[in-house]
């Protein structure tokens, strides 16, 4: 069975950063589109970030998050990152990694069939 891990998560400051990563283990996972997601409190899942198979500058953000956060990839190490700068309390969330069905990435999380744990983000104001 494939297993996506997410860590990184943590309590930080308005303004602050942090650094999520996702590491994939017993499934192939460098051959398809990746995507962390989030869910708050009282709230939906919600789409952050996407990436295809390959990486490079085919992503996709959710508009609240452009500028300020970073998807990334290392296929060889099959591990996913999220860099995220100039934090808000209104990130603070579940952060949870998943994989595609395929290799075009996508915003609907039906359309994803692995998922992680979830790491906890927590900004204070």
């Known amino acids: 069975q494939g297993q996506l891990v997410e860590s990184g998560g943590g309590l930080v400051r308005s303004g602050g950063s942090l650094r999520l990563s996702c590491a994939a283990s017993?499934?192939?996972?460098?051959?398809?589109?990746m995507a962390w997601f989030r869910q708050a409190p009282g709230k939906e899942r919600e789409f952050v970030a996407a990436?295809?198979?390959?990486?490079?500058?085919?992503?996709d953000y959710t508009d609240s998050v452009k500028g300020r956060f970073t998807i990334s990839r290392d296929n060889a190490r099959d591990t996913l990152y999220l860099q995220m700068n100039s934090l808000k309390p209104e990130d603070t969330a579940v952060y949870y990694c998943?994989?595609?069905?395929?290799?075009?990435?996508?915003?609907?999380?039906?359309?994803?069939?692995?998922w992680g744990q979830g790491t906890q983000v927590t900004v204070s104001s």
């Open positions: 017993g499934r192939t996972f460098s051959t398809y589109a």
């Open positions: 998943a994989r595609n069905y395929g290799t075009t990435h996508t915003r609907r999380p039906e359309q994803y069939d692995y």
């Open positions: 990436i295809i198979p390959w990486g490079g500058s085919n992503t």
